[in-house]
T-cell receptor, first 114, second 113 residues
Framework: SAVISQKPSRDICQRGTSLTIQCQVD?????MFWYRQQPGQSLTLIAT?????????ESGFVIDKFPISRPNLTFSTLTVSNMSPEDSSIYLC???????????FGPGTRLTVL | KQEVTQIPAALSVPEGENLVLNCSFT??????LQWFRQDPGKGLTSLLL?????REQTSGRLNASLDKSSGRSTLYIAASQPGDSATYLC????????????FGGGTRVLVKP
């Protein structure tokens, strides 16, 4: 199984600022993803983080708002740019591959925007 | 477009009772289905994964069944305990969409001592 860590675990930010969330996997994985979970809601996929190339975004999510990097097989970052209170959510990193179909999730980053 | 539904949205049972959680999906062309547990404010813990060719998977007190043709999966938790209180999410990986998961809305479970 893969163990995924995220930093920070939570943050409170001011409107108009940006926050970068880091995701680290303890083993090499094929796929990495970023999800958003708004209060009381289920998970929505933001994008697939591709190693060494631009991320693949889902409908309703754009690179200018959620730039993503994945410089190697085990690390990715998600930036939430020009934040507004509507961006208050839990952001979760997930990964799969490395010989298993199971998708593993990090502990999440709880973001509150004032 | 794949849609995943979980009913009921919330469930409260006395300790010791068996839990039955339902998940339905609209497109039967799936690669696999995964059940997760989420504690309040936390990430997701994978419970069971069922491949599209399988009918069920078991782990301890947990048993998950899959009927792909009817678009249904059921998670059974035997002899529930207060520690089973959490939100349970099912997610399907469509056959043609890489590793992307589509999640249901979850069932929030409370097991009362």
């Amino acid at each position: 199984s893969a163990v995924i860590s995220q930093k920070p675990s939570r943050d409170i930010c001011q409107r108009g600022t940006s926050l970068t969330i880091q995701c680290q996997v303890d083993s090499q994985v094929t796929m990495m993803f970023w999800y958003r979970q708004q209060p009381g809601q289920s998970l929505t996929l933001i994008a697939t983080a591709n190693q060494g190339s631009e991320a693949t975004y889902e409908s309703g999510f754009v690179i200018d708002k959620f730039p993503i990097s994945r410089p190697n097989l085990t690390f990715s970052t998600l930036t939430v740019s020009n934040m507004s209170p509507e961006d208050s959510s839990i952001y979760l990193c997930s990964a799969s591959g490395g010989g298993t179909d199971t998708q593993y999730f990090g502990p999440g980053t709880r973001l509150t925007v004032l | 477009k794949q849609e995943v539904t979980q009913i009921p949205a919330a469930l409260s049972v006395p300790e010791g009772e068996n839990l039955v959680l339902n998940c339905s999906f609209t497109d039967s062309a799936i690669y696999n289905l995964q059940w997760f547990r989420q504690d309040p404010g936390k990430g997701l813990t994978s419970l069971l994964l069922i491949q599209s060719s399988q009918r069920e998977q078991t782990s301890g007190r947990l048993n998950a069944s899959l009927d792909k043709s009817s678009g249904r999966s059921t998670l059974y938790i035997a002899a529930s305990q207060p520690g089973d209180s959490a939100t349970y999410l099912c997610a399907v990986r469509p056959a043609a969409a890489g590793n992307k998961l589509t999640f249901g809305g979850g069932t929030r479970v409370l097991v009362k001592p």
